[in-house]
């Protein structure tokens, strides 16, 4: 899992979709967006970008194993 927030201080400041703050496309300056998963599409020309926090919630991200490995299968 990457950490943005400790490894900002060591790259900068990097272009990504923000869900918290009013994001403006580098493409054409509007702010009309279509969210994915782990992308922003702007709405008027196309242009992508990552989310900032993209793949660290929802449905299914953690998994855990209560099974064994080699755990008998029920006949």
Do not use: K
């Amino acid at each position: 899992m990457y950490d943005f927030g400790i490894r900002q201080a060591h790259t900068g400041y990097r272009i990504a979709y923000r869900p918290q703050e009013t994001n403006h496309c580098p493409g054409c300056g509007r702010s009309h967006w279509m969210i994915g998963r782990l992308t922003a599409e702007c709405a008027f020309c196309g242009t992508a970008l990552p989310l900032i926090a993209g793949g660290l919630s929802g449905n299914g991200v953690a998994r855990t194993h209560t099974a064994p490995a080699h755990s008998p299968l029920a006949a």
